[in-house]
């Protein structure tokens, strides 16, 4: 699996470039089609896809939308996105997933806050008590906001012997608003800690893939997402057959 936040394909590299090329995340100008392909290029090599901050079809994406474009040049067969974010149509944010698999259902969820524009995507692949449950959010800076956000997602996820969150949650797995997630779900902080923030000099652990204790990481390391101000962080599962059956 793979999470990644693509920052609309933008290029960041380093804090200078969030003043110096602001212009990039809202005009089409710049090489995000060949940022796209690079990305295309990692996430092709997963089976399940979660994206971030992906631009659904608005000015600055060229009226691309973003999910589509690298589920074609990935190879994959299911696509979904949940636009969350927009800004007058010059320029939209939303998560997205990609999967080889196919899902059983897909809903979108919107996430509490005080300022609107944050979700959570979640898919079911099979049927039953083995069902694989997979839920793509990008929380909020605050840590207020965050805390009924996890909330939420907590009361979605509860019941999910087999669970996957993965997301930018915008703060470190040990925060005091996380826990909510590991009393009232199956999910459990990570083993590791793997720094995704910023990409060009990583020091905050802030992108996570969170699982229950039936599905075993294997593997999980950080690797660049073309140049987007965070990496993507893959990660290998042990997931049980019966999950896709």
Same mark, same amino acid.
């Given at each position: !699996?793979?999470?990644?936040? *693509?920052?609309?394909?933008?290029?960041?590299?380093?804090?200078?470039?969030?003043?110096?090329?602001?212009?990039?995340?809202? #005009?089409?100008?710049?090489?995000?089609?060949?940022?796209?392909? $690079?990305?295309? /290029?990692? @996430?092709?090599?997963?089976?399940?896809?979660?994206?971030?901050?992906?631009?659904p079809?608005?000015?600055?994406?060229?009226?691309?939308?973003q999910?589509?474009? +690298?589920?074609?040049?990935?190879?994959?067969?299911?696509?979904?996105?949940q636009?969350?974010?927009?800004?007058?149509?010059? @320029?939209?944010?939303?998560?997205g997933?990609?999967?080889k698999?196919?899902?059983?259902?897909?809903?979108?969820?919107?996430?509490?806050?005080?300022?609107?524009?944050?979700?959570?995507?979640?898919? $079911?692949?099979?049927?039953?008590?083995?069902?694989l449950?997979?839920?793509?959010?990008? +929380?909020? +800076?605050?840590?207020?906001?965050?805390?009924?956000?996890?909330?939420?997602?907590? %009361? #979605?996820?509860?019941?999910?012997?087999? @669970?996957?969150? !993965?997301?930018?949650?915008?703060?470190?797995?040990?925060?005091? /608003?996380?826990?909510?997630?590991?009393?009232?779900?199956?999910?459990?902080?990570?083993? $590791?800690?793997?720094? $995704?923030?910023?990409?060009?000099?990583?020091?905050?652990? *802030?992108d996570?893939?969170?699982?229950t204790?039936? #599905?075993?990481?294997?593997?999980?390391q950080? !690797?660049?997402?073309?140049?987007?101000?965070?990496?993507?962080?893959?990660? %290998? #599962?042990?997931?049980?057959?019966? @999950?896709?059956?």
């Amino acid at each position: !699996m793979l999470s990644a936040n *693509i920052q609309a394909g933008s290029s960041t590299r380093g804090y200078h470039d969030y003043v110096a090329r602001s212009w990039s995340h809202v #005009l089409p100008a710049g090489n995000k089609r060949g940022a796209l392909d $690079t990305i295309a /290029e990692l @996430a092709g090599r997963h089976d399940i896809v979660g994206l971030q901050e992906a631009d659904p079809g608005s000015l600055r994406s060229g009226f691309t939308n973003q999910t589509h474009y +690298l589920a074609e040049r990935g190879g994959f067969a299911y696509w979904s996105h949940q636009p969350n974010r927009r800004m007058g149509g010059v @320029a939209s944010s939303a998560n997205g997933l990609l999967s080889k698999f196919e899902p059983r259902e897909v809903v979108n969820h919107a996430l509490p806050g005080r300022v609107r524009g944050r979700g959570v995507l979640l898919a $079911t692949f099979g049927n039953g008590a083995d069902a694989l449950s997979v839920a793509v959010a990008h +929380l909020s +800076l605050g840590a207020q906001s965050r805390r009924s956000q996890v909330d939420f997602i907590a %009361e #979605l996820l509860g019941d999910h012997p087999h @669970a996957v969150l !993965m997301g930018d949650f915008n703060c470190d797995p040990d925060r005091p /608003e996380m826990q909510a997630l590991y009393r009232h779900t199956r999910l459990q902080p990570p083993a $590791t800690c793997v720094p $995704t923030f910023p990409s060009w000099k990583p020091r905050r652990a *802030i992108d996570h893939v969170l699982v229950t204790p039936a #599905l075993r990481v294997a593997m999980m390391q950080a !690797m660049p997402a073309a140049l987007s101000d965070h990496l993507a962080l893959s990660v %290998e #599962l042990d997931v049980p057959e019966r @999950a896709f059956e």
